[in-house]
């Protein structure tokens, strides 16, 4: 599969719970036992990424004496929960995007209440949550991160920042440093809301049952959405590829009644290969190479066979910006070599690789693992996107005040390009953000 660690953990097969938190209680210094446990995990991590990883070499990084420095940290941790970050910052020294430690999940889930991304070269909060505590504090869409906690949010290391907050050790509360279009920086400190999961076995209440049941409320962020806005568009916003073949077929059908469909891979992080196929498929009439898979002992093509008469034949324009990554990159790149389409938005996410979950072991019986790279994907130009990314056909971006203001001149100037007139501020109302229920 090619899947992105922002949506991770919501897509692994039975824990789709968000996160894990290490913010709550105060913690005591770490004991014999727990030190243990976690040099046992960050010694499995290491024979895993030794016997997995696509790349024996691990292109030239110096894998063992990253993980004899993390062994040396662990001496000095205050918790087993503490030990596991250092096991997360041991993995990342690979800087991979699809090779990532996956910590067991604790029964406290962390929603901060606010989305940020990058736009352009600027990291920009892109939408806020209705009567969270960011929006108490004055956080709004369009305020430019200068800092977040001890992070000065770049392209480079964005991904890292996401991580560690989405994956790794979200935080009970943020420090931001904030500059408005017009005003000058200010500090804005935000709470997370926090759902506590019972620490339980009782039957049809286990832990694990409450955060599989949490899953629902999460899921919903990431349900396909399609306007019909007339004869000549449909608009259909896809934000993660993992859907049965079944449903793409069914959008896709309803596409066909157009002349045009903008396809909206913003905020897309990947999701599974076969899907990547399905896609693919669906718009030509033709069988695609999309590339090559270099894994650790062969090299394979991927190819997504078409769907026929029953693909989709008019005219496709494809969205995307900084947050679409992996599959959704893939997809927009194939559009540009076969020429069966336009491309519009920002340069994409840059994280391309082929990857599987592999499980590891568990923790109070909570599962835990690594994300890997198995293979790298090299596209039938012969280019590799990962750490570059997919530069539109025509770069657009929207301002500070279009994010305040709910403005989204990409879909609307996407719009014009299929004959339709569409305001800024119409697609905010077709496409409203959607929140997890919890």
Wanted: net charge neutral; charged share 20%; aromatic share 8%.
């Amino acid at each position: 599969m090619l899947i992105h660690t922002r949506s991770l953990w919501i897509i692994v097969a039975s824990f789709a719970a968000l996160v894990f938190a290490i913010c709550c209680a105060a913690q005591q210094k770490i004991n014999k036992v727990d030190q243990e446990r976690a040099r046992g995990v960050l010694l499995k991590v290491k024979d895993a990424i030794d016997k997995n990883y696509y790349d024996p070499t691990f292109h030239g990084y110096d894998l063992n004496a990253r993980f004899q420095a993390a062994d040396q940290k662990l001496a000095d941790v205050s918790s087993f929960e503490m030990g596991m970050n250092v096991v997360g910052w041991a993995v990342q020294g690979l800087a991979d995007s699809h090779t990532t430690f996956l910590p067991p999940l604790r029964n406290v889930l962390v929603y901060s209440g606010w989305r940020m991304e990058m736009v352009g070269q600027t990291c920009m909060i892109s939408a806020i949550e209705p009567n969270s505590d960011a929006w108490k504090q004055g956080l709004r869409p369009g305020d430019i991160v200068q800092k977040v906690d001890d992070y000065q949010p770049t392209r480079s290391n964005f991904g890292q920042i996401r991580y560690i907050f989405s994956v790794l050790a979200p935080l009970a509360q943020y420090h931001f440093v904030i500059a408005g279009t017009s005003q000058p920086a200010r500090s804005v400190t935000t709470r997370s809301r926090l759902v506590n999961i019972p620490l339980t076995n009782m039957p049809g209440a286990t832990t694990t049952q409450q955060l599989q049941r949490s899953a629902e409320g999460d899921w919903v962020v990431y349900k396909t959405r399609a306007v019909e806005v007339n004869d000549k568009l449909m608009i259909w916003k896809l934000p993660i590829f993992w859907l049965p073949e079944s449903e793409v077929k069914r959008e896709v059908s309803a596409a066909r009644k157009h002349e045009t469909l903008i396809l909206d891979l913003r905020d897309n992080g990947g999701g599974r290969i076969d899907d990547l196929r399905w896609l693919i498929g669906t718009f030509f009439d033709h069988d695609v190479t999309v590339g090559e898979m270099v894994q650790r002992d062969k090299t394979e093509p991927l190819k997504a066979t078409s769907f026929g008469k029953d693909a989709f034949t008019g005219k496709l324009i494809v969205l995307v910006n900084s947050e679409s990554a992996s599959a959704a990159e893939v997809f927009a790149r194939t559009v540009q070599l076969e020429k069966r389409g336009v491309v519009i938005g920002d340069r994409t996410a840059g994280a391309v690789r082929v990857a599987k979950i592999i499980p590891l072991g568990q923790a109070a019986r909570i599962p835990w693992g690594m994300e890997m790279s198995i293979a790298r994907l090299i596209m039938s130009d012969g280019a590799d996107l990962e750490s570059n990314g997919v530069t539109p056909d025509t770069l657009m971006l929207p301002t500070s005040a279009d994010l305040a203001a709910q403005r989204d001149p990409v879909l609307s100037a996407a719009a014009q390009l299929a004959g339709v007139q569409l305001s800024p501020e119409q697609p905010a109302k077709m496409f409203p953000v959607v929140w997890p229920t919890y």
